[in-house]
C-alpha cells in the first residue's frame, strides 16, 4: 500500500513493436507474476543475470519475489513486458525504488531476456519506467553498473551521462529524467513516446 497522501500511479496496458515486428504489452507488474519472473531468471544467461544482480544469482527467494511483485506503486514501481500473443510469457522487467535519504532520486533497473535484447525493447521500457517515475515526483534514476556492462555504459555516453566509480568493478550514474536531454536521439525519442502513452493510459 502507498503511503498516506501518495496514491498508487495506476495504468492500462500499453501495446507496442519491437524493431522486428515483434508484439509486446507493456503493463504493470502484479503479485500473481512471481512465476513468471522466476520463470523468466532461469531463462536468462548466466552473463545476464550477472550484469543485472552483480551476482551470480541462480534463483529467487520467497522473500525476494514478494518484494519485487508486491509494490506500492508509487514510491516502487515495476513494469513488465510480455509477448502479445502469449501473455504468459515474460521478455522484460524496468522497476525503480525511490531512495528514502534522497526522495527526487530512485534506483532504477531495466533487465531483458537474452533473445529479445537489441530490439528496442530495453529502450522502450527506460522510457516508459521514467515517465512513470516524473509523474511521481523523480527527477533522477541512480544505476549501479558493472564496469564490464559494456552495452549499459555506451547507452550511458550516449545521453551523455558520465558514470563514477562506487566500490570495485562497479560504476554509479545518475540520470535526470529529461526528455529533451539530447534531442533526436534514441533515448529521448522513446522517453517523449512513453510520456505521451503513459499519460493517455492513466486510469
Known amino acids: 500500500m502507498a503511503a498516506p497522501g501518495r496514491e498508487p500511479l495506476r495504468f492500462e496496458e500499453i501495446y507496442s513493436?519491437?524493431?522486428d515486428g515483434t508484439a509486446v504489452v507493456l503493463r504493470p507488474i502484479r503479485p500473481d507474476d512471481k512465476g513468471r519472473l522466476a520463470e523468466g531468471l532461469?531463462?536468462?544467461?548466466?552473463?545476464?543475470?550477472?550484469?543485472?544482480?552483480?551476482?551470480p544469482v541462480a534463483e529467487l527467494t520467497e522473500d525476494q519475489l514478494a518484494y519485487l511483485t508486491e509494490i506500492d506503486y508509487f514510491d516502487h514501481f515495476a513494469w513488465v513486458a510480455v509477448l502479445d500473443r502469449r501473455p504468459d510469457f515474460g521478455v522484460g522487467v524496468?522497476?525503480?525504488?525511490?531512495l528514502a535519504e534522497d526522495p527526487q532520486i530512485a534506483e532504477a533497473a531495466v533487465t531483458v531476456a537474452d533473445e529479445y535484447q537489441?530490439?528496442?525493447?530495453?529502450?522502450?521500457?527506460?522510457?516508459?519506467l521514467a515517465a512513470t517515475a516524473r509523474m511521481a515526483g523523480i527527477e533522477r534514476f541512480r544505476a549501479y553498473v558493472l564496469?564490464?556492462?559494456?552495452?549499459?555504459?555506451?547507452?550511458?555516453?550516449?545521453?551523455?551521462?558520465?558514470?563514477?566509480?562506487?566500490?570495485?568493478?562497479?560504476?554509479?550514474?545518475?540520470?535526470?529524467?529529461?526528455?529533451?536531454?539530447?534531442p533526436g536521439s534514441p533515448t529521448a525519442r522513446a522517453l517523449e513516446l512513453a510520456t505521451q502513452e503513459a499519460a493517455r493510459a492513466r486510469a
Open 17 to 19: 513493436t519491437l524493431r
Open 42 to 55: 532461469a531463462r536468462l544467461s548466466e552473463s545476464s543475470r550477472s550484469l543485472r544482480f552483480m551476482a
Open 94 to 98: 524496468a522497476r525503480y525504488v525511490r
Open 118 to 128: 537489441g530490439k528496442g525493447l530495453g529502450t522502450l521500457l527506460v522510457g516508459v
Open 147 to 182: 564496469e564490464a556492462n559494456e552495452s549499459m555504459l555506451a547507452l550511458l555516453g550516449e545521453v551523455g551521462v558520465e558514470a563514477t566509480h562506487d566500490s570495485p568493478g562497479v560504476l554509479r550514474a545518475d540520470i535526470p529524467l529529461v526528455p529533451d536531454l539530447i
